[in-house]
Each structure stands twice: as C-alpha cells, then as structure tokens.
C-alpha cells in the first residue's frame, strides 16, 4: 500500500480479555517496528522485526505481550490479559531496512481497557 | 539512562514568525537524527533527518542543526503556518548496534497564534 495500515484503529475492551493489533507495513519494507504512547507521551519502542524475525524482545513491556510477524510483511500485536495500564496508543512503523531511514508510521490503534 | 530530551514542552509564535524547537541528546553513540510531526489522531510524519557527519540539513522551510560537541539538536521553522501546529518529536539512533528502535523525547507542543 501507500502507506502503514494499522487496524483497528479504536478498540474498547474490559480488562482480562485479550486483543490483536495488525500492521500492514509499506510494500518493500522488510523492518517493522511497534511502538507505545501513553496519553502526552513520547513514544516508547516495544519491538523491531527483520523479516520475520525479532532479534530482540527486550522492550516488550511484560510477557502479555507478544508480537509475530508472517511472510515478511503483516504483523501482529497480541496483548492477552490486558490491564488499565496497557491503554494507550500502539504505533507500528516500517523502513526499507533498520539503518536505513526514515521509518514511516501508521495512525496507530487507539486501545482503551475498561 | 540515556534519553532524548526536549527543553519545552510548549512553544506558542506568531503566524509568519520562524519557530525553533530544541532538543537535547545524551547517547554520544547516536548517529542519526529525525524529526517527526504529530498532528492529533495520527501517526508521526517524518519531517527531515540529520546524520552526525552533518552539522546542518534543509528541507522545505526547515532547517535542522545538529551540535554534536553539546549533544544539541534543533529544528527550524520559517515563516510558521496554521498547518504547522502540532507536537514535534526528537528521535534518535544509534545504528551501529544499539537499540533497535528509535529513541524519542517528550515532544514540543508548537501553536501558532494568528
């Protein structure tokens, strides 16, 4: 596509279920990148994929969350049990290769936990 | 830790006026620079990037200035439109082996005053 495509983009869920987030990036592009922002935050790195593999899980914020990525290109964002505290906007971005910028971003999913 | 910080969190100018906003690094071993616009309910747009063998880039009315002896980074508005209110974000990298993702700062919250 023209550009990342991040859907959905509002989910309003109770606190316990679990949600996927899917990032299509832009077409070519084999780094993707998740991202996190708190309401009047910057943004906070989750994950990076290289092609299908995430060399480092590191910043993901607890072992709720996991992340895949499938044929080079959509990924998805799993978050299982979610709390209050995973409210936030979660931002998925893509470049042609990590070194290689800019990352261009989608809209982000706007996850509201109730 | 090392972080990307900015100096204010709002920036008000006159429409017409230049705007700057400041940024401040402290990860010596970052090499690449960007700055991104935010406007609200989106995604951050990638304005214009700056690797550290430069002191200074220009785009389409921006300039960025990269001070590495001070670790300072500033982006540049002239002649501030309507259009360009919105939070700008500092992101760094250090592509030779850091984190695999960006680092952002807090963002500046530009407003332009008609």
């Known amino acids: 596509g023209a550009g990342v495509s991040q859907s959905p983009s509002n989910k309003v869920t109770e606190k316990g279920k679990d949600v996927e987030l899917r990032c299509d990036p832009i077409?070519?592009?084999?780094?993707l990148y998740w991202y996190r922002q708190s309401l009047g935050q910057g943004l906070e790195f989750l994950i990076y994929?290289?092609?299908?593999?995430?060399?480092?899980k590191s910043g993901l914020p607890s072992d709720r969350f996991s992340a895949e990525r499938t044929g080079g290109s959509v990924s998805t964002l799993t978050i299982q049990r979610t709390q209050q505290e995973d409210s936030a906007v979660y931002l998925c971005a893509s470049s042609f290769r990590r070194g290689v910028q800019p990352q261009h971003f989608g809209d982000g999913t706007r996850l509201s936990i109730l | 830790g090392e972080s990307v910080g900015l100096h204010l969190p709002t920036l008000s100018v006159q429409e017409g006026d230049n705007s700057i906003i400041n940024c401040a690094y402290s990860n010596s071993a970052s090499d690449y620079f960007i700055w991104y616009k935010q406007e609200s309910g989106k995604g951050p747009q990638f304005i214009i990037d700056?690797?550290?063998?430069?002191d200074k880039r220009q785009g389409q009315r921006v300039t960025v200035l990269l001070n590495k002896t001070v670790k300072h980074l500033s982006l540049q508005i002239a002649a501030t439109q309507p259009g360009d209110s919105a939070v700008y974000f500092c992101?760094?990298?250090?592509?030779?082996?850091?984190?695999?993702?960006?680092?952002f700062g807090k963002g500046t919250h530009l407003i332009i005053q008609p």
């Open positions: 077409s070519g592009h084999t780094a």
């Open positions: 994929f290289q092609g299908n593999s995430a060399p480092d």
């Open positions: 700056i690797r550290s063998n430069m």
């Open positions: 992101a760094e990298e250090d592509s030779g082996g850091g984190a695999d993702g960006l680092t």
